[in-house]
């Protein structure tokens, strides 16, 4: 993806600076273009504030019709290869482009439902959600009235927009649109940091189904050396953590059971807030564990 | 299944006495009758080890000749329907009626094997395992030579009969045959027993398989009004237990995430001592839990 | 103490009766006689529960009498002996005749002070208190209107009755006013209860003090053979257990840094129902930790 | 205290050199003539090897008066004021200052029967100790030979000048001669860091002294903003960690008992390594807590 700093931004002319944001509002280069007299922006934070503003500013149709040039979310465009790069990316990252046939009929339905009620396409920030939890916002926000879906829609577009500049642009601050989730393994019968532990991350549908989303290995410090999931939204959904610690303590030589009495520990949880840090740890022994949300 | 008391054996006749318990030997019968001159037996105990120690103090040939007596394991006996009663209930206990035909076939050629390399069939207290540990018994005890394994099918037939004089025996003692897996939810953010908590037991196999085998709900103490498994041994094998404590937080009314944190905590471990007592226990909050083999 | 059956009650003669048990409410016989009539008393609680309801049925001036029979708690009354040995013993149960001379001072300014409001002793069910929570009782109490605390004083009677009828009379039934503080110690390095471990529990005052109160040594299931308080109200206040871990390791062989990282385990905690139980155990390896109120 | 940076002794020439290292190495400006040829240091730690290897590579009469050169520990010099600025500092920070007269005694025989056997005073690097562990090294070392004693000096000695190094050359890289003390408190009721938490560190002796060495409120993340003790080697001792979670659970209106369960929450533990890193956290809620040493 082609980035660009906010100092070139705020040293380019009108037609640059349209060429390079136009895009950020999905079919609306005029909100770029309301807010290039602004510049210099001192932060990321300010140009998004801006941009934000010139929608808020902009006239209720002129709103309208942005909301309505979202495309529909899992619908015939996805197929027919009429979104924008942007919004492909964003719909496989929650798994909307391995829906089954019977899914994509259920998100279809849903989504004509939504259309039919409030004239306009079911917009979210996918990016946040895994699968199960963009059905509950269906469910949730088709009981809304036309007023507080469509403020609903434009706190998505916000968040969708939020998103895209961070990554578009460079600058000293960065948008506080990513979650991050850590663990760390501690082996309290050697009362040291557990090096070594496989650790798995899986997203859990409820469907049944299981998909293997990170795997790692802890380093001398008990922890992994890059976050689990991070520089990005943590999508809500239910996972789940398993830690090898059959291995470790065979390894280590502990004396153990046979079969040990803890092999692969499994920790299942759920996350609600994307742009939260989870801190998921294991205190472990051969015969106990304990685990929490640390920060 | 008729019962007897262990009053009423001491009082017996021989031939009463041998009718009683003759079978309690696999087709053997002369056990029995060895031990019929020592009565009266104080206790249940004192009539296994009289018994054990007639079988020791047999010449060589009979003591094969009992081993020899067995039915194969999961063997064509099992289809053609040979076994005594207590072989076939026995070996059900193991999930062995439900092999597939892979599976049949696999412990069929191991059963060979073994036949092939000591002269007798394969002996197992199946009651004190799953389908996987019968499978590592296999492959340990091909690698005896004949003098230990000739052993180890003694030591095998000794916990066989064991656990079918207490079954059939009404006396003061019991012989310390069983095991017990037991539970506890403590919730430590009320600081008092969870009651109401739905839990679930299930037998995992290396295959994959998930096997429910129990469940329940815990009483005021926090606790199941019965142990989980109880009154026999406890196969060896991998287990996990399901604590459906999102459900429990809700109902109280706890504040908590949407989607909860926690929701059902699953334990996986395993048991390693058939005759042992097992306490898996959980300390809980909708943040955070421990868990740990209990007494 | 000599005890009565409540049997022989049963079968007593009006004489005989408020002989046993004439004493049980303080220089009040008339409570007994009262109840003579309702002979046979199928249980305990019934006959608890019948002279209750005749202190509730007589005259506002007969109860008022009751409460002005009782002796000043730590008042002239502890070092003159005129108080009945019942009143006595429970006393001393709240360390009342240990108090320094600065203390006994100061209960004697409280006990006055509330005796000029309300007209007569202040009562409390001593047995159920620490030095500290007596206090604290006179603080709040003085608060209280004249109808208030006539009702707070009979509850405190009615909690002292109950505890002496349940010293005095042996039934099938007990009266539900003990509570119990058990321990139990699992040592999750080893996956096992930890016998051998010395465990002392210290009574804690606002003052400073700590005064030893029970000592003990875990059995081979890790608990002590006998609760820490058992067979009497838990005194209202804080505690600390002390569990000599650093010996029960050493003992072991269990590899541990030199000092070792724990030795004497601290737990502070304070007792708020009397009557409740309280479970504090603790699950330790050299190296950490856990504990909480359990069941 | 006068530092010096590494580059500018690099630079320097052999008496200005001299002058800024002579002290060092008490009364030992040789060891610093010794290394001053071999300039420039890449690296701080370059330049203590350097000066360890030019004590090693002495003749054995220097290095035993390099060893007879070091003052009395806690002997007549600390009170006739003989010793180096340097020793005065180190003294007193393990509490050396604070003798009582008994104390003073037993430091000088047992110092007195060191010297008796050796024929050079006892060496510890004291800032690595507290009181009772120079006491036990004293106990530990009398039983060692001449040769292994001679050994153990020098090891003090090197201990003692890197942290004098440490603290007076500045470079790019730190000698490892610091350790670390951190906590955490993590609110696990609530599933958040526990901020605003008081705590105390107290550091124990045998003899039953109580001595408040820190104290600090936890912040946002429930860490301390500082180490509990940091920038210097841990000294080997008892301490107690003293959490006052009942306040902080008062203030967020968690419901408890009266009094509540907890209140401040202690935690003993020894130090054993100098130069490690000991994290302590506290897990709790109102009813519960778990501690370890962590990473």
């Not at 989730?181 to 049944?208: C, R």
Request: proline share 6%; net charge neutral.
């Amino acid at each position: 993806m082609t980035t660009v700093s906010l100092d070139s931004l705020n040293a380019a002319d009108e037609a640059q600076f349209v060429t390079a944001l136009g895009d950020i509002y999905e079919h609306a280069p005029w909100v770029a273009r309301a807010v290039y007299a602004q510049r210099p922006f001192a932060t990321l934070a300010a140009l998004n504030e801006a941009m934000t503003a010139a929608v808020r500013a902009a006239p209720r149709e002129q709103r309208l019709a942005l909301i309505k040039g979202h495309p529909d979310l899992a619908g015939k465009a996805a197929r027919a290869g009429a979104m924008t790069a942007h919004s492909k990316a964003e719909q496989a990252s929650a798994g909307l482009d391995r829906l089954t046939d019977a899914e994509f009929d259920e998100f279809h339905r849903r989504n004509d439902a939504y259309r039919e009620k409030f004239g306009f396409p079911f917009i979210v920030c996918v990016r946040r959600h895994g699968k199960d939890s963009i059905l509950r916002q269906f469910e949730r926000r088709l009981r809304n009235d036309a007023a507080a879906e469509t403020e609903a829609a434009l706190a998505e577009i916000f968040r969708i927009v939020a998103l895209r500049l961070d990554q578009r642009v460079e600058a000293r601050d960065k948008l506080p649109v990513h979650g991050r989730l850590s663990t760390h393994v501690l082996d309290t019968h050697a009362g040291a940091p557990a090096a070594g532990v496989k650790i798995e991350l899986l997203e859990l549908s409820a469907g049944g189904e299981r998909c293997l989303i990170a795997s790692a290995v802890t380093n001398r410090d008990g922890r992994t050396d890059r976050p689990l999931i991070g520089g990005r939204p943590l999508p809500i959904g239910r996972y789940e953590l398993r830690f090898h610690v059959g291995d470790y303590f065979a390894r280590l030589g502990t004396p153990r059971a046979d079969p040990p009495f803890l092999d692969v520990v499994p920790v299942a949880f759920a996350i609600a807030e994307p742009e939260a840090h989870y801190h998921v740890p294991l205190l472990v022994t051969p015969w106990s564990y304990a685990t929490y949300r640390g920060s």
